[in-house]
């Protein structure tokens, strides 16, 4: 497909993205997840409307943003948004602050997302040197389903990490390494310190995100306590878009300097990201 452009997003910050239903759990705002794997996600609408935000803050729907969101009197837009998909989500451990998280599944939507809309050919070609790794470590993973793999020379502590990684809320202790051939650019998606986990305990993980207490103040006293649930900051995402032929200029200074705001809860820091090309 021409003129489609894939993007990685990286939380600065927390993140809430709703998911507007009603919950009947201890939690009362939920994120939104992928209705397959349960996993965190973006949804398209809400992504858009993000991005359309940030490139025209002040409203003046400009010709630019209008050929490229839409409008109700000039029609849809000539780009196609999609779903903010999820990468690597951050879990602590007792050797650094924190590894970056990723699983099989993960790896698997990415390289059929690309390969499915036929992205840069450079761009296959990196991350296409995974598949070979992923069918040797879905292999393992079958017959280990508490191995937790950490990439060889991703981490200067190894060494260290190899004796002594904790992953939170994980019960195991067997750890091996398992190394890319093209780790710059594995490190550039996913990020630094970056750990396979198999699908089930990774599941386990992005099913308890962080819950944040709120609280809604009425003349200085307490009215209504609340909790919101979390996608931590270091999480990442991908999401493709499908570029018009004109305006493809303004639409890339969502890759500029300032951070993108996306979700709900702006004004408390929520939601602000780094966004980048692959």
Same mark, same amino acid.
């Given at each position: 497909?021409?003129?489609?452009?894939?993007?990685?997003?990286? &939380?600065?910050?927390?993140?809430? =993205?709703?998911?507007?239903?009603?919950?009947? #759990?201890?939690?009362?705002?939920?994120?939104?997840?992928?209705? @397959?794997?349960?996993?965190? #996600? @973006?949804? !398209? !609408?809400?992504?858009?409307? !993000?991005?359309?935000?940030?490139?025209?803050?002040?409203?003046?729907?400009?010709?630019?943003?209008?050929?490229?969101?839409?409008?109700?009197?000039?029609? @849809?837009?000539?780009?196609?948004?999609?779903?903010?998909? $999820?990468? !690597?989500?951050?879990?602590?451990?007792?050797?650094?602050?924190? +590894?970056?998280?990723? &699983?099989?599944?993960? =790896?698997?939507?990415?390289?059929?997302?690309?390969?499915?809309?036929?992205?840069?050919?450079? &761009?296959?070609?990196?991350?296409?040197?995974?598949?070979?790794?992923?069918?040797? +470590?879905?292999?393992?993973? *079958?017959?280990?389903? /508490?191995?937790?793999?950490?990439?060889?020379?991703?981490?200067?502590?190894?060494?260290?990490?190899?004796? /002594?990684?904790?992953? %939170?809320?994980? *019960?195991?202790? $067997?750890?091996?390494?398992?190394?890319?051939?093209?780790?710059?650019?594995?490190?550039?998606?996913?990020?630094?310190?970056?750990?396979?986990?198999?699908? /089930?305990?990774?599941?386990?993980?992005?099913?308890? $995100?962080?819950?944040?207490?709120?609280?809604?103040?009425?003349?200085? %006293?307490?009215? /209504?306590?609340?909790? %919101?649930?979390?996608?931590?900051?270091? #999480?990442?995402?991908?999401?493709?878009?499908?570029?018009?032929?004109?305006?493809?200029?303004?639409?890339?200074?969502?890759?500029?300097?300032?951070?993108?705001?996306?979700?709900?809860?702006? #004004?408390?820091?929520?939601?602000? &990201?780094?966004?980048?090309?692959?």
């Amino acid at each position: 497909m021409d003129n489609f452009k894939i993007y990685t997003i990286r &939380c600065l910050t927390n993140m809430h =993205v709703g998911n507007g239903d009603a919950s009947y #759990t201890l939690i009362d705002n939920q994120v939104q997840r992928d209705v @397959i794997t349960g996993f965190p #996600t @973006i949804n !398209s !609408s809400s992504l858009k409307g !993000s991005l359309r935000n940030f490139l025209d803050p002040k409203k003046e729907k400009s010709k630019a943003i209008k050929h490229i969101f839409g409008h109700k009197e000039d029609g @849809i837009g000539n780009y196609k948004i999609f779903p903010g998909m $999820l990468l !690597s989500i951050p879990v602590r451990s007792n050797v650094k602050p924190f +590894f970056r998280a990723t &699983c099989p599944r993960i =790896v698997k939507d990415l390289l059929e997302f690309i390969e499915n809309f036929q992205s840069e050919k450079e &761009c296959i070609q990196d991350i296409g040197s995974l598949k070979a790794d992923l069918k040797k +470590f879905e292999e393992e993973a *079958d017959k280990n389903k /508490n191995v937790i793999w950490i990439l060889k020379d991703f981490n200067s502590d190894i060494d260290e990490a190899m004796e /002594n990684l904790t992953v %939170e809320e994980i *019960d195991t202790k $067997l750890i091996k390494e398992i190394s890319f051939k093209n780790e710059e650019k594995i490190k550039e998606i996913f990020g630094e310190s970056l750990i396979l986990i198999d699908d /089930n305990n990774f599941s386990e993980i992005v099913d308890r $995100l962080p819950v944040i207490a709120r609280n809604k103040l009425d003349n200085g %006293e307490s009215e /209504n306590l609340w909790y %919101e649930e979390v996608v931590p900051r270091e #999480t990442r995402f991908y999401f493709g878009v499908v570029l018009g032929k004109q305006y493809q200029s303004e639409f890339e200074k969502i890759k500029g300097k300032e951070p993108v705001q996306i979700g709900g809860n702006a #004004t408390i820091g929520y939601g602000y &990201c780094d966004i980048k090309s692959i």
